[in-house]
């Protein structure tokens, strides 16, 4: 029984073992159970946070990749760029060395810099120059670009520091399109590599002597002197203030040219200095209500070196004009500047018009002369005055386009829309008798006050006529006629009559742009005076020759030519004569009107203007001539030659290595004898093929001579009178051995009343 106890303690012990047992196994799976459950996500900032660290670190190691790419081609730092500062060169065709823009520049050394000068500089251009340790400022370029971002109607603010503007002046360009992530890199690079090799003394010494201060003046040391007569520590704060403040914007600050602007930039700048604590309020008042033109010296003009720049003036003008079109800054941007200009064709054409070779009535008279190439464009000479001694940036005549050019209007104006809109042949009959302009009571003479009755086209150009054509222009119309002188690159005025067909206010570069068009079968090219330019990074860039734009039919640019021939050949260009040689050309005179004689009637028997224009395949030439004080001084009868005697040498010398050949008649065109027709409007009773040879002139044709002898040795002259004052308007004639120019047009003084008489200056 004692054993069944046992058994049943024992059984019962075991069970209780289990039941712990089982309990224990319980807790147990429950507790894996548990860790075995899902996983608490992290928060989703530390993602954020994760990734943009890596955002970052990748961008940082991007940026300093390229950053690294980029200065690897920096130019080297060099004290001399620094010192003497950047000049634009200009080359000629040929490379040879033209002139240097920038060198009208006197350094100033540390003890001549006068402390208002550093404080009025530091304080408008880098207030926290002193304290930047590398040459660039974070908080600068932060506070631009948040500015620029947030006004954007607004002018853009610069982020660069006074050392950075340094390097860009000494290495880099201005121009807008040259403002890249590398040019900006390799500036940033250099500033760093200026604030570790050069103190802060230093670094504003070579700043303020290299700064362009309007003027071609450089240097703010040069710019005290030129503006005030005076060293900068002799300048009250009123003159230092304006001297620091010019560089921002030079063309701009210019106090002879804009006082205004400069008088409200020089306060911006003592206002500066007042909250840099680098003056007193009463100072700084005192400063802002002194005027402008306090101290200022009267504009002086700039002499030049007796070198290439003095020859080639004229040209250099349009040169940096060119320049600046195409984004760069001459003045500033330390270029390399490829030109078309023939070097040894402008010294002799300088030459010709200041030497003995050619005989001038006076050192008073001017001409303008250019030369350009028909087949591309590009000008390869300008004259743009002459006897002006040793001055540069004088006016340039060659340019200005308010001297009328007469009769070389007649093949822009009158015949070539003739022949481009109604087809008209070179023998078209032509009514050279009295004329009244519509709607007026103006009758138009010729020099002679004569009339020829009927003649052919040809002979109303050969021998200038004005008669004729201005009725070809009234025939034509003044629009079309218009559009035919604007896709020449010539603008007709809105308001302009029909006396413009006889001449209107243009340029010698004008009329040689558009003589080029006849020479080269109809293409008008933009004049071109830069092929090459080349930045201080050493970036090329190229201005291949732009394409030209059809301005005729090559039909309408042979029968001009061809007319043109006789000009010279048998006309009133007799003097322009090269033996030999394929040419073709205009004379053109302009007179004095009636009123301007009753004013001057030593006027009389003088023009006011005289002109010649030629071309070849090669070259196309204009020539304008004529005096400043149009109003006291003509020029005479034998002086009127002068423009075709200069073509003559000019065209006689550039054309000694270049071929020699007649123009091409293009298909469109059929001749019958000396004349010529566009193919399908020839006489009808004319076989095809006849007409394309040289056959025996029409009938027509041959009871009009295309010139006399009488006719050849007289000049012409574009007359417009009223009838009551025909005798007025008498020319000087000159016989053939004396002269190849015009006479020239006057109009009646009670004539001012109608709207087709043009102002003097446009006769």
Known sequence: MSQNNMTRESRMAQQRKQSKTAASSSKSGRSKRSKKGPKRRKPIWRLIFKWLMIAIVAALAFGIGLFAYYVKDTPELKESKLVSGGATVFLASDGTQITRLGENRTNLTGPEIPQQLKDAVVSIEDRRFYTEPFGIDPIRIASATVYNLTHRDSNPQGGSTLTQQLIKLAYFSTAKSDQTLRRKAQEAWLAIQTERKYSKEQILE??????????????????????????????????????????????????????????????????????????????????????????????????????????????????????????????????????????????????????????FPDDKIQTGITIVEPGSGKVVVMVGNRKVGNVQMALNHATQTTRSNGSTMKPIMDYGPAIEYLNWSTDHKLDDSKYIYPGTNIQLYDWDHQYHGLMTMRNALTQSRNVPAIRTLEEVGLNRASQFAQRLGITIPANAGLSAGIGSDVSSLQVAAAFSAFANGGTYYKPQYITQIITPDNIKHDYDQETGSQAMKSSTAYMITDILKDVISSGTGTRAQIAGLYQAGKTGTTDYSDEELAKNPMLSGTAKDSWFAGYTKHYAIAIWLGYDKSSEQGVSGTSQSIPARLYRYLMSDLSENVSNTDWTMPSSVVRSGNELYIRGYQPEDEDEDESSSSSASTSSSSSVSRSSSSESSLTESSSLSSSSSESSSSSQIESSSSSSGEPVKSSSSSSSSFTEVMPPTSR
């Open 206 to 359: 070579y700043y303020i002597n290299m700064v362009f201060m309007a003027n071609n003046v450089y240097g703010m040391g040069t710019a005290s002197r030129y503006y005030y007569g005076k060293s900068p520590k002799d300048l009250t704060l009123a003159q230092t203030a304006l001297i620091a403040g010019i560089p921002n914007a030079p063309s701009n600050y210019d106090p002879y040219a804009h006082p205004d602007l400069a008088k409200k930039r020089r306060d911006i700048v003592i206002n500066a200095m007042l909250r840099n604590e680098k003056i007193s309020a009463t100072d700084a008042q005192t400063a802002i209500n002194t005027p402008i033109a306090d101290g200022l010296k009267p504009k002086s003009t700039q002499t030049a070196s007796a070198d290439n720049a003095l020859l080639a003036d004229g040209y250099i003008q349009e040169a940096i004009k060119a320049v600046k079109k195409k984004g760069y800054n001459p003045y500033q941007d330390n270029l390399t500047v490829k030109t078309t200009l023939d070097l040894s064709a402008q010294k002799k054409a300088y030459n010709l018009v200041n030497g003995t070779d050619v005989t």
